[in-house]
């Protein structure tokens, strides 16, 4: 366990269900937060859940993290970016591919369905990121995504986290994030 | 305050919801959509999901033959081969149909459009149906070759099956161009008579966001019941269709 490691756990620990916690991520401590993150639920907590990838695609991180160690088995990932990025991808299990990250309400929809997979008794969503819809989505849609999306999170029996990269967000974004998120939890860069 | 009629709850997450809880019984509603919108999925989920309930439902098949039907269905986690075998669920194709009829020949006169609707009555009354299918009501709409006999067999069918208190969805089948949503000149089905006759209309459509086609659903009309105006987006999944408020600033193609 590395010093990022241990501070995503302090910083996390307190999260409860049926909050909606926005990460403010520092953007040289990007993978490092999101490792930090997954370690902390799945190795240390043994939650399973569901990861929305519009960042990276699914291969890579599920990659990234199994080198980790981190066991993936019951994270299930909606991918966004493959498709966009590489044309229609193979099947793979535990993942949903969207064609584009424009299609925010499938986002919506695959998480729940997905949600409904994952075994273990305490579940989470992590959304990574924000950020990385801005480049696809204008600001109108995207605000009203996020309204939409903390509503339906904070109405779940789940623990909820979205993330988005210090200064690569919209000021716009970042204040309504901040505005309708339960806690705000900056990591990295403090 | 209006008192709402019974429902037939069609069982599709959100639908019901949409509907306030379900489709008025007896209501006869159009199921509208360009090909590959989901009408037939819509449809097998609502009877299938009947079925389950313990309600007599019946597909009348007019484009394909029930086997093909099975085989589609057999990829949906919904489906239940049983209902079948448990006499809950019926798959009837035109062939079926003609052999009720006693025609061998594989199309229709106009004149055996009556017969037609005689021989669903006498399904949906010795079966008991409770729900029904046909799929497409423009296929057999294509034969009948003036709007007058159009307007004359919807309402027979409509009347004949409301009668019978049957919850019906007339799948129709409509342009790319006339499912886009509520603009001037745009109808709902082929011949533009059916959706005036019909108690509901469930319009199903796509909309382009930056080049992606989103599916859509947006109940036009429903008498009975109090219903939600707005559209959805509908995705096909293994599970059935699942439904969720369209975001209203992704609604404009662009």
């Not at chain 1, 999260?15 to 190795?43: A, C, H, P, Q, W």
């Not at chain 2, 021989?119 to 007058?148: F, G, N, Y």
């Amino acid at each position: 366990m590395d010093d990022i490691d241990k501070k995503v756990s302090q910083k996390i620990k307190e999260t409860k269900k049926y909050e909606v916690n926005l990460i403010l991520s520092d953007i040289n401590n990007y993978f490092r937060i999101i490792k930090g993150m997954m370690n902390y639920l799945v190795t240390e907590r043994g939650m399973g859940g569901v990861y929305v990838s519009a960042t990276r695609p699914s291969k890579a991180m599920i990659s990234r993290l199994g080198a980790e160690k981190i066991n993936m088995d019951d994270v299930f990932f909606v991918d966004s970016v493959s498709y966009m990025a590489e044309g229609p991808p193979a099947s793979v299990d535990n993942v949903i591919f969207i064609e584009s990250p424009t299609m925010l309400e499938m986002m919506m929809v695959k998480t729940d369905t997905l949600l409904r997979k994952a075994k273990s008794p305490d579940k989470f969503v992590f959304f990574d990121s924000i950020n990385s819809l801005a480049i696809y989505n204008n600001e109108n849609i995207l605000s009203e995504f996020i309204h939409v999306l903390v509503n339906s999170l904070g109405g779940k029996d789940v623990y909820s986290f979205i993330l988005s990269v210090k200064g690569e967000t919209p000021k716009n974004i970042e204040t309504l994030l901040k505005m309708v998120c339960d806690n705000v939890v900056e990591i990295g860069g403090e | 305050m209006v008192k709402e009629r019974p429902k037939c709850k069609t069982g599709i997450e959100g639908l019901d919801n949409i509907l306030n809880g379900g489709i008025p019984r007896g209501n006869t509603v159009l199921l509208s959509g360009a090909c590959g919108s989901g009408k037939t999925t819509l449809g097998m989920e609502y009877l299938v999901n009947g079925a389950k309930m313990g309600e007599i439902s019946v597909l009348i098949s007019v484009t394909e033959p029930s086997s093909k039907v099975v085989a589609n269905l057999r990829g949906f986690e919904f489906f239940d081969e049983a209902l079948i075998k448990n006499e809950k669920l019926y798959l009837l194709d035109m062939i079926s149909l003609y052999a009720r009829l006693g025609i061998e020949k594989k199309d229709y006169r106009i004149e055996d459009i009556d017969p037609l609707i005689n021989i669903m009555e006498d399904i949906v009354k010795k079966l008991k149906v409770k729900r029904l299918v046909i799929d497409s009501v423009t296929a057999i709409c294509h034969q009948l070759e003036t709007k007058v006999r159009i307007r004359e067999f919807v309402f027979n069918l409509g009347k004949t099956l409301s009668d019978a208190g049957c919850t019906s969805l007339l799948v129709s089948e409509v342009n790319p161009t006339g499912a886009w949503g509520l603009m001037p000149g745009v109808t709902y089905s082929a011949y533009g008579v059916e959706e005036a006759i019909a108690d509901g209309i469930i319009l199903l459509g796509a909309i382009e966001r930056k080049g992606y086609m989103l599916r859509t659903l947006h109940v036009v009309k429903m008498r009975g019941t109090m219903h939600s105006l707005a559209k959805h987006i509908l995705d096909l999944t293994p599970q059935g269709v699942v439904l969720i408020p369209l975001l209203k600033w992704g609604a404009e193609s662009g």
